[in-house]
């Protein structure tokens, strides 16, 4: 893909949000149910959507925040993966967490848990400047021109 000037391209902005809303729910499952999946056979979308499953006095709370955090990491490896640009990286992960509110909003009501509130601000922040680092290097790389050997040809005296 070039990055020449910007092309506003509805369908590929709106793939990339569903792209990056299913690989977060995707991990997050596969991540709650290695952490949560042993301890309890309740196992259900209640650890995904209800705040009252952030709780810093139970163990299976604690699971709950290191799967959210995990998470994050992993978001921020896909963003470098489907966004792919630096710039572009906190939009698409506010994006993310606003619709995973709105989620959890329609799931069990407004969330009134701070810690709940504390774990998405911190995902959020996790995933947007991790992901930003991502991309940066990404796109910092060397550009490889194999093949072409343009240094040692100027080099050489002419005869």
């Known amino acids: 893909m070039f990055y020449g000037a910007a092309v506003f391209d509805p369908l590929l902005i709106i793939a990339q949000i569903v792209s990056m809303q ?3 729910y995707l991990s997050l499952g596969l991540l709650q149910w290695l952490l949560l999946g042993p301890y ?9 959507f209800d705040y009252h499953a952030v709780n810093v006095h139970k163990f299976s709370g604690w699971m709950v925040i290191v799967s959210f955090l995990a998470n994050s990491v992993a978001g921020a490896g896909y963003l470098c993966l489907v966004v ?3 710039k572009k990286c906190l939009d698409f992960t ?10 959890c909003v329609f799931h069990t ?3 009134a848990n701070l810690e709940w509130w504390v ?3 911190t995902g959020l922040v996790i995933m947007a400047v991790l992901g930003e680092w991502l991309c940066m ?3 910092m790389r ?3 021109l194999s093949g072409l050997n343009w240094g040692n040809k100027a080099r050489q005296p002419s005869k």
């Open 109 to 111: 009501g407004m969330p």
């Open 119 to 121: 774990l998405q601000f």
């Open 22 to 24: 299913s690989l977060h």
């Open 142 to 144: 060397e550009i490889p």
């Open 84 to 86: 792919e640009r630096a």
């Open 137 to 139: 290097r990404r796109e």
């Open 40 to 48: 309890g056979p309740n196992y259900s979308l209640y650890y995904f």
């Open 94 to 103: 506010a994006t993310l967490y606003i619709t995973h509110l709105l989620f």
